[in-house]
Structures are given as structure tokens and as C-alpha cells.
Nanobody, 121 residues
Framework: QVQLVESGGGLVQAGGSLRLSCAASGRTYAMGWFRQAPGKEREFVAA????????LYADSVKARFTISRDNAKNTLYLQMYSLKPEDTAVYYC?????????????????WGQGTQVTVSS
């Protein structure tokens, strides 16, 4: 069983930055970040394989967000730059039982409780 706890969300002005963290307990493989804006379905943001050598991003965040992990600390990160109001959402950390990166939500077995990110214009 894997437990995931996100932190680092908050309120930031457009153009600002935030770094989300996800502390994991238990063995993790590929991991990812998803987000859900009010009234919308949850969507893929970024994913990373176990070693951290392979990453995948949604087009909407490419070149602005960076996913990384520290396996020694069993922690996943999402560094977000140049934030836009449309990035406002609850951000979820998720873990799969797969080794390779995957964007499909149904591939993720474990989920955190989410952390709110609000970007003001």
C-alpha cells in the first residue's frame, strides 16, 4: 500500500511560481501529477519514470512546469513557473505500478488528497 501526501499549494499571482511536493510512503514506480479545475474533469499534467530519466508533459504546461523526484527522500516534485489563471485547480499526486511513464489516469493505482493552486490575474 502506498500513501501520498501533497503540499506546497497556495495563492499566487499570474506569472509567479510554486513548487508542489508529494511525500510517498511505500515502494513507488512511475508517478505523475494530475489536476482538476472547477467544473472540469481531472486531467494529466506530467509524469516521470522511476529513475527520473524519462518525463512526459501535457502540452498546456510544457516548458513551464518541471516534474522531478528524489528517490532517497521518496518525494515527487512539480516546479511550476509562469503560472496562469487557467492553471488554477486542485493538483493530485499519483503513483502507478508501472516502471515507464504513462499519462492515462486509469493506470494510476494510488492518489493523494490533492492540494489547491489558485492563480490570480
Amino acid at each position: 500500500q502506498v500513501q501520498l501526501v501533497e503540499s506546497g499549494g497556495g495563492l499566487v499571482q499570474a506569472g509567479g511560481s510554486l513548487r508542489l511536493s508529494c511525500a510517498a510512503s511505500g515502494r513507488t514506480y512511475a508517478m505523475g501529477w494530475f489536476r482538476q479545475a472547477p467544473g472540469k474533469e481531472r486531467e494529466f499534467v506530467a509524469a516521470i519514470n522511476w529513475s527520473g530519466g524519462n518525463t512526459l508533459y501535457a502540452d498546456s504546461v510544457k516548458a513551464r512546469f518541471t516534474i522531478s523526484r528524489d528517490n532517497a527522500k521518496n518525494t515527487l516534485y512539480l516546479q511550476m513557473y509562469s503560472l496562469k489563471p487557467e492553471d488554477t485547480a486542485v493538483y493530485y499526486c499519483a503513483a502507478t505500478l508501472q516502471v515507464t511513464v504513462v499519462r492515462l489516469e486509469k493506470a494510476y493505482r494510488y492518489w493523494g488528497q490533492g492540494t489547491q493552486v489558485t492563480v490570480s490575474s
